[in-house]
């Protein structure tokens, strides 16, 4: 069993940079790799960006590479998203969660196990 809880969200700028945390709970954690992934109002969850297990690894959508850095540190238990450059279309709830599936199906919602509640980003113009 693993629980998630993300922080770090707030009111920013356009231009203006954030960092999201991911704190987990259960020994096993460093095993799971970890997407984030973001809704707006009236749209479907979308993925940002995947870490495996091993922080080798990571994928990102489209729209945040360059801007977005997702990295781990397994002794504490967290996942961080650094968003930098935000745009005011980077607005929505972010949310991470956790699986033991690694591979281009990270991109996907269905294949993730464990979620958190989400954190909300709002980025003003």
């Known amino acids: 069993q693993v629980q998630l809880v993300e922080s770090g969200g707030g009111l920013v700028q356009a231009g203006g940079s954030l960092r999201l945390s991911c704190a987990a709970s259960g020994r096993t954690f460093s095993s799971y790799a970890v997407g984030w992934f973001r809704q707006a109002p009236g749209k479907e969850r979308e993925f940002v960006a995947a870490i495996s297990w091993n922080p080798g690894s990571t994928f990102y959508a489209d729209s945040v590479k360059a801007r977005f850095t997702i990295s781990r540190d397994n002794a504490k238990n967290t996942v961080y998203l650094q968003m930098n450059s935000l745009k005011p279309e980077d607005t929505a709830v972010y949310y991470c969660?956790?699986?033991?599936?690694?591979?281009?199906?990270?991109?996907?919602?269905?294949?993730?196990?464990?979620w958190g509640q989400g954190t909300q980003v709002t980025v003003s113009s």
């Open positions: 969660a956790a699986s033991r599936i690694w591979g281009e199906v990270v991109l996907t919602t269905r294949i993730y196990s464990y």
